[in-house]
């Protein structure tokens, strides 16, 4: 290919990105923008928290189990070796609390709760139901898209802290009802070594970060979404990837700045 | 009937229209105006071109035309979902502007729209789908506005179907509960997008009476669009034939019935070949398929070499 092709092509693909990146910054202020009318209409949140967050906690919670089961035995094998096999519950809580609580939880709600917002405004869009919303002087943006914005921020950190619960729990059971440490150990080094500010509170603060990403990527994919069956369908699909992978970069960021600063 | 050329909104007006606020069109039997109107979805396809319509207050005008000719536009452009790339459009004397939403709503809460599909909220059953706009733009306690939406439901015939789920009911009872949704806030305007598309005949003349009711009883100006000639014509008042994005003929319907322009009759008459054509512009069909290069072939060549072609 000629140099010059190829550097066209390239800016070409680096104003696109720009361009969406700008116009999805665009749509994520016009939604805050409605989100005082979504709080004085709560029951709209309520209902979206219920059907974002509820229908979420099946596959959370056995995730959850899953990840605590399987950190307690990793954990113990590496543990063992330097004779700190008691550490295990903080380990398990750390790694819960600070890391994977709230990274897997977005991972799940991207593919879960993100893709069914994705596929229900996309599909709103094709039916016209948002055009006649429009034509009968209701803004779908705060009547429709605000509500969800908001039931996702606030589902997200609950349902971190639920696989982290459950986690934790999944931990006790490998740790101390399989392996057999202590039960006393196991409780105390974690209520020692977990911060609230620094460990539970940082994890929350991502979570809520993630639930912001996770939920606008969601709704401007259908929002946008070309009104064909496979105009929805390539939305759906692009809620997962663009989701995951800002879940990903904002973790590392994130991380950095929280974790990174001498204490 | 007039057939030649866009009738100008100014024929029906003793003075032209001022740039922003018309004055006269207040007074004016026009509800609206569609001025010399030009517009495209993008810049090399132009759906409406220099096309000029009114509608009388409290009559049905039907908006009639093939598939893609720009009827829906139109009415997009009439709620301000798009804005013209030139001229205007009027709504009671104010023209539309599309960048000013607080006006734009204003306008739009005057008017209510059918949609093709009839456009329901599938989450919703058939009361919460009439209830809808009245609980969005009214504080109208629930003892009345229940009382309104049996009324509307009554005025369609689907009282009984109140409690029922969108999915559960038919196409044609579909755009029935669109209608009373539609007409729930008692609206000034109410434009229909194919109301009769897909409907079964007697689904079809159920939405047709239904339509020239409820405009009778209310006073409502309304617009239909569509392409089913008997329908329009039984119902409406008056009518605009659309065609390639200019309006070829207007009149009352037994005006167009009557009328000898070719382009009006060959619609009317639903005639597959006239001054619109069967086919979509294409190459001679025998260039289609190659048949001239091959005939051209042989004899470019010399007559003796072809011989020596097939000798061997």
Redesign the interface.
């Known amino acids: 290919m000629n140099p010059h092709d190829l550097l066209a092509g390239l800016g070409r693909w680096a104003l696109g990105f720009l361009f969406r990146l700008g116009h999805g910054a665009f749509f994520l202020v016009e939604l805050l923008r409605n989100t005082p009318a979504s709080l004085r209409r709560f029951y709209l949140v309520v209902a979206q928290i219920h059907a974002i967050g509820n229908y979420s906690v099946v596959i959370i919670a056995a995730s959850g189990l899953a990840v605590g089961f399987v950190l307690a035995l990793q954990g113990y094998y590496t543990l063992s070796r330097y004779g700190a096999a008691e550490s295990l519950g903080l380990l398990v809580a750390l790694s819960l609390v600070r890391e994977l609580g709230p990274v897997v939880t977005a991972l799940l709600f991207a593919g879960r709760a993100g893709t069914s917002l994705t596929a229900e405004i996309g599909l709103m869009k094709a039916?016209?139901?948002l055009?006649?919303m429009?034509?009968?002087?209701?803004?779908p943006k705060q009547?429709v898209l605000a509500p969800r914005l908001l039931g996702g921020i606030i589902a997200m950190p609950l349902l971190a802290a639920m696989f982290s619960a459950v986690g934790i729990f999944g931990g006790y059971v490998v740790g101390v009802l399989m392996i057999g440490i202590d039960p006393g150990q196991f409780w105390s080094q974690m209520q020692a070594g977990v911060d609230v500010w620094d460990d539970v509170g940082n994890g929350i603060f991502k979570s809520l970060v993630f639930g912001v990403a996770c939920t606008v990527v969601a709704l401007y994919q259908g929002y946008e979404a070309e009104a064909t069956p496979e105009g929805v369908a390539k939305a759906t699909t692009r809620t997962v990837v663009i989701s995951s992978l800002a879940v990903l970069l904002l973790d590392f960021v994130l991380t950095a700045v929280m974790f990174s600063a001498p204490r | 009937m007039s057939s030649a050329g866009s009738p100008s909104c100014s024929d029906q007006r003793t003075q032209p229209i001022a740039p922003r606020r018309v004055p006269n069109a207040v007074t004016s039997d026009d509800l609206i105006c569609i001025d010399r109107v030009t517009f495209g979805y993008d810049a090399g396809r132009t759906i409406l071109d220099d096309v000029s319509l009114a509608f009388r207050r409290g009559r049905i005008t039907a908006i009639m035309g093939g598939s893609g000719c720009g009827k829906t536009t139109l009415l997009r452009l009439i709620?301000g979902?798009h804005a013209p790339n030139k001229g205007r459009v009027v709504f009671d004397g104010d023209e539309i502007d599309t960048r000013n939403r607080e006006q734009?709503?204003?306008l739009?809460?005057r008017?209510g729209?059918l949609?093709?599909?009839g456009?329901?909220?599938?989450d919703l059953t058939v009361f919460e789908n009439v209830a809808?706009?009245l609980r969005?733009?009214t504080r109208l306690p629930e003892s009345m506005i229940r009382d309104i939406v049996l009324l509307k439901l009554n005025a369609v015939g689907l009282r009984g179907a109140a409690q029922l789920r969108i999915a559960e009911v038919s196409g044609g009872m579909a755009r029935r509960v669109a209608l009373a949704r539609a007409i729930a806030l008692d609206p000034e305007l109410i434009m229909y997008d194919e109301p009769f598309a897909g409907l079964d005949p007697i689904s079809m003349g159920v939405a047709a009476n239904l339509i020239r009711r409820l405009n009778d009883a209310t006073g409502a100006t309304s617009l239909i669009v569509s392409h089913d000639v008997k329908e329009c014509f039984l119902i409406s008042d008056y009518a605009y034939l659309i065609s390639s994005g200019r309006v070829v003929g207007h009149g009352t319907p037994a005006e167009l019935t009557a009328t000898d322009d070719p382009e009006v009759r060959q619609f009317i008459r639903g005639e597959p070949d006239g001054p619109v054509p069967f086919h979509y512009p294409a190459p001679p069909l025998a260039e289609g398929f190659g048949l001239q290069a091959r005939r051209a072939a042989p004899s470019a060549e010399p007559r003796s070499a072809q011989r020596g072609e097939r000798d061997r």
């Open positions: 039916g016209e139901q055009a006649a429009e034509m009968m002087a209701i803004d009547r | 709620g979902v734009l709503f204003r739009r809460r008017l729209m949609f093709q599909f456009a329901l909220f599938t809808f706009p969005e733009h």
